[in-house]
């Protein structure tokens, strides 16, 4: 599987630095300096998949086009991990970054090394690099094999199937379903559900997995209104059904 990092960054020496401390982790980087050429390198000629990037370091103020605009544009065909790389700390800034499609937000200056911790983290959490939706590629994707029956993991698509019907998730909502596929019957805190899923948003409410079990029962009840297969446990968390 590739391992090679983009890194879209307009200043020379920012970018060898990251790339020194991608070598050293075992990681393979690419650079690029311009948004325009970011997007181009990531859409794959059919075939070219297992060469694609399994993250994107990004920075926010590049030349052609905000490190915003670019996200924006990638998140039309790809889910490809995005870490933003700003000089800006403002918290709308990261909310702003978050909401729309980045996995995770540093600020400079920053310690190379932390970044490709952060990078290593993200990539654990995604358990695999997302193949572009645009390349009408069909991949054999494993599906976890302790999910309940009723339920279709497809982690190389990013997607779960629900008595075979796709549901059309959020971001955060497949995150939150994947995490609690892939653990089927135990009792998940909403801290744990946090911290394994909302790690890259680090601003953001408890009551936010709340909001979204609920979006994601809504979903589940339009396929089927006969089960519920999300359990609250008062005062504990959450859990899925585990047959």
């Known amino acids: ?117 952060r990078i290593r983290v993200i990539l654990r959490r995604a358990g695999v690099a997302q193949v572009p939706r645009e390349t009408g590629m069909t991949i054999a994707a494993p599906v976890a094999a302790t999910a309940p029956a009723r339920f279709e993991l497809r982690a190389l698509e990013a997607r779960v199937l629900f008595h075979g019907q796709p549901l059309d998730l959020t971001r955060y909502e497949y995150l939150l379903l994947k995490t609690l596929l892939e653990h089927p019957g135990h009792v998940l805190s909403r801290a744990q559900l946090m911290e394994r899923v909302w790690s890259g948003a680090p601003d953001t409410l408890e009551r936010t997995v709340d909001a979204h079990v609920k979006s994601l029962r809504a979903k589940l009840r339009a396929v089927d209104a006969q089960v519920d297969p999300i359990h609250t446990h008062r005062g504990l968390g959450y859990s899925l059904a585990g047959a």
């Open 1 to 117: 599987m590739s391992k090679t990092v983009l890194i879209v960054e307009d200043e020379q020496a920012i970018a060898d630095s990251i790339a020194y401390a991608l070598r050293t982790d075992g990681f393979t980087p690419r650079h690029v300096m311009l948004g325009e050429h970011a997007l181009a390198a990531l859409r794959p000629m059919p075939g070219e998949a297992a060469q694609m990037p399994v993250l994107v370091v990004l920075d926010v103020g590049l030349p052609d086009m905000s490190g915003l605009e670019v996200c924006r544009r990638l998140r039309q065909f790809s889910d490809v991990p995005v870490i933003f790389l700003t000089a800006r700390s403002d918290e709308i800034d990261r909310i702003v970054g978050l909401e729309i499609g980045a996995d995770d937000y540093v600020t400079k200056p920053f310690s190379p090394r932390e970044l490709v911790a």
